[in-house]
């Protein structure tokens, strides 16, 4: 049986409460939210943390809710949270999309938004989706806060910039009008990590798309983003040829690798497929007036 190390444990109370306990045991703690990564590294000894800073009383980080034009995401919202807010569903649907194929019931009532961005686990399916949506994510430290943008939270495999001392507090998503957004992966079984998976977000103005968003995961794309295709589709017409080509384009600059999951020739493949799917939908859904 695999067992973790030895490590000691606190329990915050509080944001402040937790800042100060990670200023008191210095870089070599872990924060503890949901745990469904960070136990299984631990049980491997991939992860050693001295310290683990059990947050999950934080209630004041567990919310989701619509303020000033955008979506806000507490760091402690479980998937379930969003799964069954009606908002993000009516407006913000390829977050639906994603949270269906993630894990099962069990990780879903458990397991944290923030805590699977810090992860950044390089194919993490959130990371592709809040990525399409250009989200904004608030980082509170002994200093105060900052915020930093979803495309530039994770600076490689299971790196961010969250700095030692600091918290994942908030993800803010902004409101596109007149705007559609989907997520599509393929995976060997049911809520298993994606073989390959891609999240567009696309606002029309008429039939012209004004703005493009495509989040790639698990296709090794820098910053989980398909910046080329969106370029591509900014200010064209939103024709089945467009879409088309953008998926091409994204399949074009991810740097798949091939492991047990399957050979990266396939992968590449899936990533332009999955983006053309993605884009479909999405555009069916702006046009339908859906988010």
């Known amino acids: 049986m695999q067992v973790p190390a030895q490590v000691e444990y606190e329990r915050a109370v509080s944001v402040g409460h937790a ?6 045991y210095g870089p070599r703690a872990a924060v503890l939210a949901g745990g469904h990564s ?3 590294m631990m049980k491997l000894r991939l992860a050693q943390p001295e310290t683990l800073i059990d947050i999950n009383a934080l209630s004041e980080l567990r919310y989701v809710e619509v303020a000033d034009g955008e979506l806000r995401v507490g760091a402690l919202a479980r998937h379930a949270d969003l799964l069954e807010s009606a908002v993000v569903g009516e ?8 949270e269906q194929v993630i894990a099962d019931p069990v990780v879903r009532n ?18 592709a989706a809040f990525a399409a949506l250009k989200a904004t ?10 915020t930093v943008p979803a495309r530039r939270f994770h600076t490689g495999p299971y790196e961010t910039v969250v700095a030692p001392g600091e918290l994942l507090t908030e993800i803010r998503v902004p409101a596109s009008p007149g705007g559609g957004s989907a997520y599509a992966k393929v995976c060997r079984r049911a809520g298993d990590w994606p073989l390959a998976a891609a999240g567009a977000m696309l606002a029309v103005d008429g039939g012209t798309i004004v703005e493009a968003g495509i989040g790639l995961t698990a296709v090794g794309s820098r910053h989980f983003c398909a910046s080329e295709a969106e370029e591509h589709l900014s200010g064209a017409p939103a024709t089945p040829e467009r879409l088309a080509e953008a998926g091409r384009i994204a399949a074009q600059h991810c740097r798949p690798v091939s492991d047990q999951r399957g050979p990266a020739s396939y992968k590449r493949h899936l990533a332009g497929e999955l983006t053309v799917r993605a884009l479909r939908r999405a555009l069916l859904r702006a046009r339908a007036g859906e988010r």
């Open 19 to 24: 800042l100060t306990l990670l200023a008191r």
């Open 91 to 98: 407006r913000f649907a390829i977050l639906h999309d994603a």
């Open 38 to 40: 960070l136990i299984p």
């Open 137 to 146: 994510l608030v980082i509170t430290g002994p200093d105060g806060t900052r």
């Open 110 to 127: 458990w397991g944290t938004v923030g805590g699977s961005l810090c992860q950044s686990d390089p194919s993490e399916d959130l990371s």
